[in-house]
């Protein structure tokens, strides 16, 4: 059965571990500039309705590095964007690549994208999800503290596609993960309930607040996200008045952290909104890391989905 990405929750704990220890290789690797035939002869397509700067690069150069090709299209460029069905979209390329990386702006087309594809489909970013970035979050955790289970790990602000899919990935990796939003801008409930349910045999647990103060208290991490993702602007005067200056990520904010605790944002970065530019340009700042570390997952990623069995064997030769 071929594997797709939509949520992150299509990962079990063991896979999850896979995909980050591969990724970790595929980093130090790099270094050695040694070519790879990995994805040769593969070509993914790369579906974007909305803008992308990480994502699109990120997995661009993964798949060249990993020997394969890719054809990036927006929207526009599309019959999609003109009205043929999600079914008939996948369906055809279903016959012309071996895998679909698509930016949606619905949740629900790329469900229906990837219902009707018979290859793997990785969520590119919906309104609902971001499981690509989470890889790169928790590796970039993972390398900062030598471990994930059992560390603490503060989301605040708005409960977004971002905070969606960090749900499932910190519950798979045994992270407490608290929550700090106002009511209206609360993550999931259904991903909420799952993370929990998953959180019960891995030791994870998922924790829901309103008050960042009490959020961030203790953690080993805290993380943010625009309070006006893509697609939501017509609603950012309210989101703003919401979630300003209460939810911003300030030194004072971050003084309640641990003392070692590191600052992540998947970026693009708004300072003065979601952070101030003293802890994003400072020195618990990790971001850049975490951007750098989406290509090293992204690589990670495409060899579970794309090679299944054979990614152990790539792991194990590198
Ligand atoms: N973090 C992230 O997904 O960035 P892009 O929107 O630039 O792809
Ligand atoms: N939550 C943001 C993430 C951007 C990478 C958005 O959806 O716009």
Redesign the pocket.
Known sequence: MKKDFLTFAELSPQELQFVLGLSAKFKKRRKKMAPASHLRMRTLALLFQK??????LSFEVAIRELGGESVTLSMSELQLGRGETPEDTAAVLSRLVHGIIARVNSHEELVRLASASSVPVING?SDRF?PA?ILADLLTLQERKKRLRGLKVAWVGDGNNVCNSWLYGAALSGIDFVVAAPRDYRPLEQAVREAKSIGKSTGGTITILEDPIEAVRDADCVVTDTFVSMGFESDREKRLSVLMPKYTVSEELMSHAKRDAIFEH???AHRGEEVTSGVIDGPQSVVLDQAENRLHTAKGLLCLVLLGKKAQAIARSL
């Open positions: 803008q992308s700067t990480r994502t699109r970013l971001h970035q998947c970026m693009p």
